[in-house]
Structures are given as structure tokens and as C-alpha cells.
């Protein structure tokens, strides 16, 4: 079983910033992706940036330029959230792809943590 403890969401004005967090622990040989990802009330679950073990980052066409993802150490990720708009409220989830000590891939995501920007 791997664990996602999410950090640092919050509500925050209309232009302002959040950094949330994302720490992963428990039977991990390797993780491959870690991402961030947003589910607004009655909207489907989208993307918002992911990166790899190798800092290979990706994100989705709304975020860019105003959210950077970054990892701190390879099983800790964060997400730098700027000039954020009402738009941008959601409950944000993290995501973990990797490999168990026993070479079983697995996926795991966390528990959510709520932004709200309010205008």
C-alpha cells in the first residue's frame, strides 16, 4: 500500500497564491510519475500538471504559466499556484504512478485537498 498526504490547501482572493504539497510513504521500489489533478463541484476530474522521476514536467494548457510543479525529493511533489481566479476552485488531488517492492505497478491517489478563490 502506498499512502498520499496532501498539504496546503486553504481559501485564498482572487489573484493571490497557494502552494499545496504531496508526500508519498509506504511500499515504494520507484515512483515513475507524480501529478496534480482538480475535480470543481459537478465538473469530471481533469489534469492539471504532472512530472517524472527525471523533472520531466506537463501540464495541462490552462495552468501553464501560472502553476509550476516540482518535486523535492522523488517521492514528495508541490505545486506552486499563482494568480489563482475563482475558476481554479476545486478539490485538488494528487496522483502517484510507480512500481511496489514486489515489481507490482500501481496508482494511487490522495485525499483531496479543497482551494477556494474567491473573487
Known amino acids: 500500500q502506498v499512502r498520499l498526504v496532501e498539504s496546503g490547501g486553504g481559501l485564498v482572493q482572487a489573484g493571490g497564491s497557494l502552494r499545496l504539497s504531496c508526500a508519498a510513504s509506504?511500499?515504494?521500489?520507484?515512483?515513475?510519475?507524480m501529478g496534480w489533478y482538480r475535480q470543481a463541484l459537478g465538473k469530471q476530474r481533469e489534469l492539471v500538471a504532472t512530472i517524472t522521476s527525471d523533472g520531466t514536467t506537463h501540464y495541462a494548457d490552462s495552468m501553464k504559466g501560472r502553476f509550476t510543479i516540482s518535486n523535492a525529493a522523488k517521492s514528495t511533489v508541490h505545486l506552486q499556484m499563482n494568480n489563482l481566479s475563482p475558476e481554479d476552485t476545486a478539490v485538488y488531488y494528487c496522483?502517484?504512478?510507480?512500481?511496489?517492492?514486489?515489481?507490482?505497478?500501481?496508482?494511487?491517489w490522495g485525499q483531496g485537498t479543497q482551494v477556494t478563490v474567491s473573487s
Open positions: 509506504g511500499d515504494i521500489f520507484n515512483i515513475n510519475v
Open positions: 496522483n502517484a504512478d510507480g512500481w511496489s517492492t514486489a515489481f507490482s505497478p500501481f496508482r494511487y
